[in-house]
């Protein structure tokens, strides 16, 4: 602790007598002073916590990241010689890694509550998951989230935007097999035909079953302004909390994974009890799950904030809906598509704005109330997760050693 509560009364009490001996007390000065120093001392306790968290969340990155990589290198025989095993492996180790990460906000006090439909019975089924996007820590907040979903860390599949190629994360994210996509009316052809051409490529060869995107294409607050000037011009409606949605990606998934398209939609139940008894390919997706996330007082929370958890202990509130959106009723043409979709996020606009109104999200349909659900992280399986990153960090530090010694 930078400054403590005797230090702080001593140099007040000293500034109080020097002011005494002048003839006169300036009471103001001297509360100022004391709140000055008080916040110093808070300021100075959360620099200490941060840098420790930093220290820790570097030591994790230095080894775990390593590791992850050095055994799916090691695995690539199996990778030839039995593909889903590899792939198995690996989602383990992906999962792992997310766990990590929510690690680092559990520590600091950042929860989660759950609303909505329980979307664990879907984990095993193909589903496409809409998210509303605020800033970087809603990454985040999905890999804590999605933790106790079943096999659903470990087989999915994320679009983000192209930055997070440049993160300490980039790396694994690009083993495992996720979508980097690059925003702007220069580049959007060519990269949903590059989106296209990876899910041909990487989905059902590596056992994917769920994939995330976040359609508004980019955070709130950078298109907040340029939405609704969208809108106002084309007789959309006015959204605060969320932006128009854009099309490309969400249209590109449905056509690329949804099933035998019939009559302008992804499909019905006959064509994906046909395809499934056929066995010559997946059944394609199934549903759309669509998770919408909301911060207490609308303040969103960055990746930053994450890691060195300089900000009080927050619970972060995740709404579900699941089984309401067969991908049999979505359209799959341009303009129904694009009116599904903003429908979508209109009705989000509602969600957070209830939510911001009374502290909760409003009931599903016939119930008088909301429930909500706390989102626990297993304690064990973080503390065995810990234990091999450091046991991971000394094999690290053997072969290093080891090498110096070779060559001095």
């Known amino acids: 602790m930078l400054f403590d509560q005797k230090y702080a009364i001593s140099v007040l009490a000293g500034f109080i007598v020097r002011h ?3 003839g006169h007390v300036n009471w103001a000065v001297c509360i100022s002073m004391a709140q000055l120093l008080e916040g110093a001392r808070k300021l100075g306790w959360v620099l200490v916590k941060s840098l420790l968290r930093f220290v820790f969340v570097f ?13 799916c290198i090691l695995l690539q025989p199996l990778r030839i010689m039995d593909s889903r095993s590899f792939w198995l492996i690996e989602g ?4 792992w890694m997310l766990a990590m990460v929510s690690q680092w906000g559990w520590v600091a006090g950042y929860t989660v509550m759950e609303w909505g439909d329980d979307v664990r019975p879907l984990s095993e089924e193909e589903a496409m998951v809409i998210v509303n ?12 989230c999605l933790q106790d979903k079943g096999t659903v860390v470990r087989k999915m599949m994320w679009l983000m935007d192209h930055v997070f190629k440049y993160t300490n994360f980039g790396l694994v994210s690009l083993i495992h097999g996720d979508f980097f996509i690059r925003q702007g009316k220069a580049y959007r052809d060519h990269q949903l035909i590059f989106l296209k051409d990876h899910l041909d490529r990487y989905y059902h060869s590596r056992d994917r079953k769920w994939i995330v995107l976040f359609p508004e294409g980019g955070f709130l607050r950078k298109r907040r302004e340029t939405s609704q000037a969208f809108a106002k011009k084309n007789s959309l409606p006015h959204l605060t909390h969320v932006t128009l949605p854009r099309l490309g990606a969400t249209q590109v998934i449905l056509k690329t994974l949804g099933p035998q398209q019939e009559n302008g939609s992804v499909g019905n139940e ?8 056929a066995g010559s390919k997946p059944k394609g997706l199934q549903w ?10 609308a ?3 960055d990746i930053q904030t994450w890691i060195f958890g300089y900000r009080p202990p927050t619970v972060t509130h995740v709404h579900y809906r699941g089984r309401v959106y067969p991908i049999r009723e979505v359209p799959l043409e ?4 694009t009116d599904w979709l903003y429908h979508r996020f209109v009705e989000k606009e509602d969600l957070l704005a209830h939510f911001y109104q009374t502290g909760a999200f409003p009931p599903p349909k016939g119930q008088k109330e909301a429930v909500s659900r706390a989102m626990t992280l297993n304690h064990v399986q973080l503390c065995v997760i810990q234990f091999l990153a450091f046991a991971s960090g000394y094999m690290w530090y053997s072969v290093l050693h080891y090498i110096y010694c070779c060559f001095f």
Do not use: E
């Not at 030591?59 to 055994?71: G, M, Q, R």
């Not at 759309?288 to 007082?297: E, F, G, M, R």
């Open 20 to 22: 005494l001996d002048r």
């Open 59 to 71: 030591i994790n990155n230095c080894v775990a990241i390593p590791s992850y990589c050095l055994f």
């Open 92 to 95: 383990i180790m992906f999962k």
């Open 133 to 144: 996007h605020q800033a970087t820590g809603d990454v985040c907040t999905l890999m804590m």
């Open 270 to 277: 006959a064509s994906m009890v046909n395809s499934s008894q």
């Open 288 to 297: 759309v799950v669509d998770v919408t996330i909301a911060y207490p007082k």
């Open 299 to 301: 303040r969103p929370m």
């Open 334 to 337: 341009t303009k129904p598509l």
